[in-house]
């Protein structure tokens, strides 16, 4: 289970960069391990586009627990969310543009595409600092108010948080929030007044277009992605 975790870890880290979530080597994917208090976590120094199941690190959802050696800094962040959120069980930050924007116009998200439909009603943004998260207070400040059925964070000046069932959720709905937030930006650039779905039409999309099949399907659409670009991450399949 840990080497199959870690595989998709790493795939989830090269679908964010094929989507545009690359900042250097800065941003996280982690994935809780089933029925235990830790998780795996891309390492501190590769990059999305970079990570391989041997740059995943594994370390404890206790905060006092040593790091491992290699564990990112923004660490904290992670290991709050975990100990708040048990129906969570992955995350991924970055800075991906479009979001990192949305997070700082202090705009409502609306569902003017499917992926505005996903998040519409189920985001915050986080004011108290736009520093990189060091610290488990700042962490659990992030996890206050992500909430207890939050599906995504913006950290003003900052990226965004967004969190999943499992690693394949977070990774698909990372990329779902920069591609609603994109086009929300878009569309307001435009001057104009612009439509979006109604109530009944947003519980749909939301339980059909985005149902566990549908998501299973997206996941593996961007693995199949990623080893195009990457014919080497095709082995991490196999196990």
């Given at each position: 289970m840990t080497r199959r975790l870690a595989n998709q870890v790493a795939l989830g880290g090269r679908m964010l960069s094929l989507?545009?979530?690359d900042d250097f080597n800065q941003g996280q994917i982690s994935a809780r391990m089933p029925g235990s208090n830790t998780f795996l976590i891309k390492n501190a120094l590769c990059g999305f586009d970079e990570v391989s199941p041997e740059e995943i690190v594994t370390a404890a959802v206790d905060h006092?627990?040593?790091?491992?050696?290699?564990?990112?800094p923004e660490l904290p962040l992670h290991q709050a969310i975990y100990r708040a959120r048990p129906d969570v069980n992955g995350i991924v930050h970055s800075?991906?543009?479009?979001?990192?924007?949305?997070?700082?116009?202090?705009l409502e998200l609306r569902p003017l595409s499917h992926e505005g439909s996903y998040f519409v009603d189920t985001t915050s943004v986080f004011?108290?600092?736009?520093?990189t998260v060091l610290d488990i207070a700042t962490g659990d400040q992030?996890?206050?108010?992500?909430?207890?059925a939050g599906r995504a964070v913006f950290l003003r000046n900052h990226g965004g948080v967004i969190v999943g069932k499992s690693v394949r959720h977070a990774a698909v709905f990372a990329q779902v929030l920069e591609r609603a937030c994109r086009?929300?930006?878009?569309a307001l650039s435009t001057g104009r007044q612009f439509h979006y779905s109604s109530p009944q039409d947003v519980r749909l999309k939301q339980d059909f277009i985005y149902a566990d099949l549908s998501v299973r399907s997206y996941w593996d659409y961007a693995v199949r992605r990623a080893v195009r670009r990457w014919p080497e991450a095709g082995q991490w399949l196999a196990t």
């Open positions: 989507d545009g979530h006092e627990q040593r790091a491992p050696r290699m564990a990112p800075h991906a543009p479009h979001t990192l924007l949305f997070g700082a116009l202090d004011t108290t600092t736009s520093n992030i996890a206050k108010e992500l909430g207890d086009l929300q930006l878009a």
